[in-house]
């Protein structure tokens, strides 16, 4: 599975970005696809994970009713929809695959995209 994230940009405090992530390969089998996000000198963090196939979506505290992930299953594209964005949320943004869960945790992921860097100043 190869999964590529684009969307990245700098924004403003209160502005919104959407993010995409486009997985491709022979063996496209995965549970959940999920987004982290790691800031300069900080652990990489769970951001947003959703399921496959149901649609059911779990969130951090930090942008629960703040960003919204989607998926398109005939595009195999998933989306972080980011509104209301804050100076805190300046991050390279990484979406990974799960084959076998659905996970908030780093470790459980099978595949990474390379990230997309996100700015967001005041």
């Known amino acids: 599975v190869q999964l590529q994230a684009f969307g990245g940009g700098s924004v403003q405090v209160g502005d919104s970005l959407r993010l995409s992530c486009a997985a491709s390969?022979?063996?496209?089998?995965?549970?959940?696809m999920a987004w982290f996000r790691q800031a300069p000198e900080k652990e990489r963090e769970f951001v947003a994970v959703?399921?496959?196939?149901?649609?059911?979506?779990y969130y951090a505290d930090s942008v629960k009713g703040r960003f919204t992930i989607s998926r398109d299953n005939a595009k195999n594209t998933v989306y972080l929809q980011m509104n209301s964005l804050k100076a805190e949320d300046t991050a390279v943004y990484y979406c990974?695959?799960?084959?076998?869960?659905?996970?908030?945790?780093?470790?459980?992921?099978?595949?990474w995209g390379q990230g997309t860097l996100v700015t967001v100043s005041s």
């Open positions: 959703i399921r496959w196939n149901g649609g059911s979506t």
């Open positions: 990974a695959a799960d084959q076998y869960g659905y996970s908030t945790v780093v470790d459980e992921y099978d595949y």
């Open positions: 390969g022979p063996d496209l089998r995965t549970d959940a």
